[in-house]
């Protein structure tokens, strides 16, 4: 029973270029949820996704940054045009329901804009 | 808004004392509180949680407490061991559903 899946684990993007990370959750979850961890700091709500629906994204910039969980495939976060300050670790977790269900997370993918 | 404070942000104890992090939040709503423990590098990893339903909840030598009243809720661990050590953080479950984390303790114990 693979957990979730995160990738790449590293990433090193330029400034100006675009970042995809993919995250596929554990058999059965439905329900996807991207964080943000800067150094030394706690994680940060980013999206909420069920399957092809963005159901919150209340905490994911305006501008840059978008989300998408389709039918098929893996959730992708995608970061145009990054900046020195997107550099973090950003972790998926999974759930299979919404309500008082525990998140289990992915190992992250690691950021770094040069 | 939502917040969350946890403390102490930084925890030093002998092997095989006791180590308790305190967490006070804002969401009265809230009914489900996870703590999380995080390596150096590493994912992290769900250790214990309750629901708002019960007061307290035991798994060998963690123990989490929750006063809903006083919007607090603790963890304790009870007889540490070096591999204990690491980041450990508290959330809440917010109305959304999303989890808003503490700032973080990291424990470190000492051989």
């Known amino acids: 029973n693979a957990g979730v899946m995160q990738n790449p684990r590293h990433l090193v993007r330029r400034r100006g270029q675009e970042a995809r990370l993919r995250c596929s959750p554990m058999?059965?979850?439905?329900?996807v949820y991207w964080y943000r961890q800067l150094p030394e700091e706690g994680l940060k709500f980013m999206v909420y996704l069920q399957k092809e629906n963005i159901i919150d994204e209340s905490g994911m910039p305006k501008e840059r940054f978008s989300a998408e969980f389709p039918k098929e495939g893996p959730s992708i976060l995608r970061i145009q045009q990054v900046v020195r300050g997107d550099s973090a670790a950003y972790f998926c977790?999974?759930?299979?329901?919404?309500?008082?269900?525990?998140?289990?997370f992915g190992p992250g993918t690691r950021l770094l804009v040069l | 808004g939502e917040n969350v404070e946890q403390h102490p942000s930084t925890l030093s104890v002998q092997e095989g004392d006791s180590a308790v992090i305190k967490c006070t939040y804002s969401d009265s709503a809230s009914n489900y509180f996870p703590w999380y423990k995080q390596e150096l590098g590493k994912r992290p990893q769900l250790i214990i949680d309750i629901r708002s339903n019960v007061g307290e909840k035991k798994d060998q030598r963690i123990a989490v407490t929750l006063n809903k009243t006083a919007k607090h809720f603790s963890l304790h661990i009870t007889e540490t061991q070096p591999e204990d050590s690491a980041v450990y953080f508290c959330a809440f479950q917010t109305g959304a559903n999303n989890l808003f984390f503490g700032t973080g303790t990291r424990l470190t114990v000492i051989p």
């Open positions: 058999k059965g979850h439905s329900h």
């Open positions: 977790a999974s759930s299979l329901q919404a309500k008082e269900e525990t998140q289990y």
